[in-house]
């Protein structure tokens, strides 16, 4: 089955710690995203990518990287730069085009800083 | 750039309709389209428009004015499963595909 799967699904970090979420899709899209989302608020972007070894900058980047090394792969990396970092995580991917619309979620991350 | 705005709560009883609205903002337009997402879950496909009019899917239909920057996602024969988030989305205008949802309106359906 075809889809985007992400992991883990809970995770907890200790302040001052870096920690990788995965991001894997069997779709053969282009194009992947990272949001984040706090409680009872939308999706804000954190970085994109449109094709393997390119990636830009979302709306709220500071404090994360990522890398697109493979066309199914897009870790993201929640560095201790990130000073609120309690949220959960969705990554997407999409055909890259600016007329499709359709983007397929993976199941989220829930990241808990204790 | 890019900003959506949509009511933040609507609320309705089971067997009504509903219309969620989404006002947008944006240098270049490629279309408007809509996502469910149940709470803790993932985000879902609903719809798209790309031209003005009324797309229909089911109990769901989509709305889009392009003149007025306007669109909305009307929702039929509402049922106890629709309570959820539902958000507008449209593609980055920068040459790039970035996805840009609006802020989400949350329906509660009641009995």
């Known amino acids: 089955d075809g889809g985007i799967t992400q992991s883990p699904k809970y995770l907890f970090r200790k302040e001052g710690q870096n920690v990788t979420l995965s991001c894997e899709q069997n779709?053969?899209?282009?194009?992947m995203y990272w949001y984040r989302q706090d409680p009872g608020q939308g999706l804000r972007l954190i970085y994109y990518?449109?094709?393997?070894?390119?990636?830009q900058k979302g709306d709220i980047a500071e404090g994360y990287s990522v890398s697109r090394e493979k066309k199914e792969s897009f870790p993201l990396t929640v560095t201790s730069a990130q000073k609120n970092p309690t949220a959960f995580y969705l990554c997407?991917?999409?055909?890259?085009?600016?007329?499709?619309?359709?983007?397929?979620f993976g199941q989220g991350t829930r990241l808990t800083v204790v | 750039g890019q900003s959506l705005e949509q009511p933040s709560e609507v609320t309705a009883v089971e067997g009504a309709i509903v219309q969620i609205n989404c006002t947008y903002q944006?240098?270049?337009?490629?279309?408007l389209s809509w996502y469910q997402q149940h709470d803790g879950g993932a985000p879902t496909f609903l719809s798209y428009?790309?031209?003005?009019g009324l797309e229909e899917t089911g109990r769901f239909s989509s709305f889009l004015s392009r003149s007025d920057s306007y669109g909305y996602l009307l929702l039929q024969e509402l049922q106890m499963k629709d309570s959820a988030s539902y958000f507008c989305?449209?593609?980055?205008?920068?040459?790039?595909?970035?996805?840009?949802f609006g802020s989400g309106t949350r329906l509660l359906v009641r009995p």
């Open positions: 990518s449109q094709i393997v070894n390119d990636f």
């Open positions: 989305a449209v593609r980055g205008t920068d040459s790039s595909y970035k996805l840009i």
């Open positions: 944006t240098s270049g337009f490629y279309g």
């Open positions: 428009n790309a031209l003005d």
């Open positions: 779709l053969n899209h282009d194009a």
């Open positions: 997407a991917s999409s055909i890259a085009n600016q007329w499709n619309t359709e983007a397929f």
